[in-house]
């Protein structure tokens, strides 16, 4: 087995037993880039618990998930085993409501009062 193949099992495997996965830059209390702070920010702010994993860990890692999804950038957010999208995709989806949604169909908890405010604090 290569380090790849290991790498995608792993990451298979973490999308499998996390409702929610958040492949990122750092971690979720310290995140490494703009990017990834925004979309752990967003889920931290509206209260969804979520399993974030440090990409820069590992170099088959890095690469790994970028395979894995076929999506070139990082981060990278899975729910319920899918793949979501990364920063631009989520903050899209969070301002048009389509998060709220998704979350809502798969039993994902939130505070939907804070997804209002990240709106409203948006909205021009």
Do not use: H
């Not at 490494?32 to 925004?38: D, E, K, L």
């Not at 967003?42 to 894995?68: C, H, S, W």
């Amino acid at each position: 087995m290569t380090d790849t193949t290991s790498a995608q099992d792993q990451i298979r495997e973490t999308i499998e037993i996390n409702d929610v996965v958040l492949f990122m830059k750092g971690t979720a209390q310290m995140p490494q880039c703009g990017f990834s702070s925004r979309v752990a920010g967003v889920l931290n702010y509206m209260g969804v618990a979520f399993k974030d994993v440090n990409v820069l860990a590992t170099p088959e890692l890095r690469q790994g998930i970028k395979d894995f999804s076929d999506w070139p950038t990082i981060p990278q957010l899975y729910v319920k085993g899918e793949f979501v999208g990364g920063c631009d995709i989520i903050t899209e989806m969070t301002l048009s409501g389509e998060l709220d949604t998704l979350f809502t169909d798969n039993g994902i908890a939130f505070d939907q009062d804070a997804a209002n405010k990240i709106r409203e604090a948006n909205a021009e």
